[in-house]
């Protein structure tokens, strides 16, 4: 019997692509046996026939089954010497329990809520290259392209750690180190800090690739409902990892008074994912933990990747130089070192003064689509709705009545050309089943209020349908 | 007591900081104690005042300790808060065990043998700058810049696949990940296969950067003498780790008939670094491990690092597709992804043959130098000394007479301007305290025969001085 899932974010032709490899690899399926014709298999699965033919078609790329003419498809032998020395990759390999599909790239999704990321039509593109073409006259070009350092580009390093002193950021027993983008960061940090059985305080719900990171490294994970921070310290963590400013999935802000309880708190190191704080659309901008801590506990991230450009992956770490020092380790053993001809663009790209004009064309068109969520989520979603407020970033939360089920209605969504990530992807140990994110920095004004529109339409139908679950 | 060792890699002065840091954080220097004067301690220590003063200028550009002109240095009070809930960051980061040091910049160096790393005089500049404006005017511009898959630039990708398939590298079930250099792709290759514990073949002596990551992820390193295939199996090793091609530290190339023993072995999955593969400067090429392979046990890592720029970091692995995809889930954990830009330029410096015109002048130098080091090796190094004769890569293997240290002869090597990287740094269960790594890619032949000639009167100086031991 073939089970494939329908709410799963693999495609269901490579779902039965893995069953048919799966079942020729244990032998179940041998060598010269038909596999059922598309016409058949659609029929008893209630699938379309090309999604067959797809499954299909990659299994005979990849030499698990030859097609005939005329005769149907068959399990193909598999080649001479396998049996000899075959690693058999799936039980060597173990489960992965990662996510995938963060993408957000659906065929025929017209409009995808589902990628934190900035439009790249706002991308300043002839800034880029005349940064890119004074780059390539730097008498220090070939030093850039040569083998560096762990730490970092060193100019990009001093001009950063500078920066940061001038904020009151740093202090005099602080230091830097450059890391491929924030997820980096995080992945560093956890190899450094992080040892099997550790407590670590994140929100819930929190962004997958930190919690599945912490996961994976063993760490007994702590959901801290976003902004509770008086809930973190009868847990006793070890770490606390909390994004203040407009946090992911959320959008929420952490108030000035939850900051400091939060550097009240005895004994934890506190990681700051400050991803997104030059994102403010509105309000007040609130000194970042770092900046508060006087005890140099606290370990800030910020990145590149959101205010310029992701495809360069460019962020970078403050803390105390033990730390600092640790994670250059760390980093050597990754990958030795950033890329440092991107380094030494986006280094160019700031101090020549266009990374803060292109941040102002980000923040005039970060406001208007904030507006513009706001405005749509308060038109379209069905009655019990409720959605967070941000203040910036590029996130917004929405929680539909507790009945409808945001996984489930995912597919609806997709069919109506709008794609999103479902509550339960960002899940500790809270339920979100009800929940998703809307990510809104990437799309058009006019994009978001259709794009909300439809889902609107889509919940409200649902709603509609089952009235009797409404009433409850 | 103070307590410092010329011969690590660590610079006396930042010792010495280490030292009166670890002091004052312990609570044995107090606040308002007064250090040594420079001169009092110098005088001690038996080193230079200069080597004192830069201690305690980092040490007050630290905060440690402020100096008084004319009363001497005093340990500062510490900040206020710092008792109530600082962290005691040497008790909370694990012992770090990891090398530093292979960056070879050790101030008053004229020539350094210590990096595998090509000539940055060799870079072809205006080839690369003319790469990077044709890149910039790629219609796929914003999409480089934007966030990427895991995988890789897909037209990098495709372009690597197809011309690993040509070569018969890659077979139907292979797939392809981009990584960032070939320490990326040991680091998330060691992530997806190796569980603490694991039995791990690999080379003795080996690259410092494998071993410790393999160490680090609880692997159980089985040490195989270079070229001793036949040690292998009865290790019953998980996996097995092989440089073929110019081994570094060795130089040496694994033969047809080792490379044929090797795929027999049973059950073992093979992880081919074929880094230095590219450059081959005389003697026929001999066919990879993953072409001979007809099992699809063997994954292959290569790099555009050493053929091209280092400080892009971009290499690549080809392995089985189920194996693929569990690397691409870890690089989305570790990083998303890597550089697009540095991808895009890359494929461009290959694709227009500009990379094939730069490998020919890397093969020429290189043959060049080889030549350079062999010639000087069997001039100038003392009696009684062997080396390896490498056909390409980067890397010579020097054993000097049994009884005389290159650890403890380093110190002396750098005080007459040449650097290298002693024998115990890629030790595996050996000990090659009489060996030394020379890299001589990054070197012209003067300096390479300069540099050994200085290293020769060193040895021999150490070798007239203990005549007793030249006798036993």
Redesign the interface.
Known sequence: MIRLDANSDIPLYRQLYQYFAGEIEAGRLEAGERLPATRELAGQLGLNRTTIAAAYELLE???WISGEVGRGSFVRQR????S????I??E???S?G???G??GHTAGTLISFA?S?PS??L?P?EE??QT??ET?EDPG?????????PGGYEPLRRHLLEEARTEGVA???DDIII???C??AL?LLCR??V?PGDPVAIEDPVYP?LK??FS?AGAQLIGIPVGQVDQIQRHRPKLVVVTPNFHNPTGETLSLAARREL?????A?IIENDIYGALRYEGQALPTLKQLD????TILIRSF?KIA?????VGWVIG????I??LM??K???????????QA?LLRFQESGRLAEHQKSMLFAGAERLRAILRACGQFLPAGSTFSRPQGGMNLWVQLPEFLDAGELLARSQASGVNYLPGKHFSVSRNWSNALRLSFAGLSTLQIEQGVSLLGEVFSGEMAAQPALAMV
Chains 1, 2 share one sequence.
């Open positions: 790329s990849d030499g080649r001479a010497g396998t000899r020395k075959s690693i990759w799936n060597l390999l173990p992965a990662s996510f995938r963060s993408s990628t990321r790249e039509q991308f593109l880029f290259r890119c073409r390539l070009l070939a030093g850039m392209l040569q083998l560096g350092s202090g005099p027993n890391t491929n983008g997820q980096q992945d450094v800090l040892r690739g599945n990171l994976q550097l009240r708190l005895p004994g190191v006087e005890t140099g506990g990747s450009f992701p495809g360069l992956r105390p130089r033990p730390v020092q640790r380790d760390a050597q053993l990754t990958d030795l070192h950033t890329d440092q001809f991107s663009v």
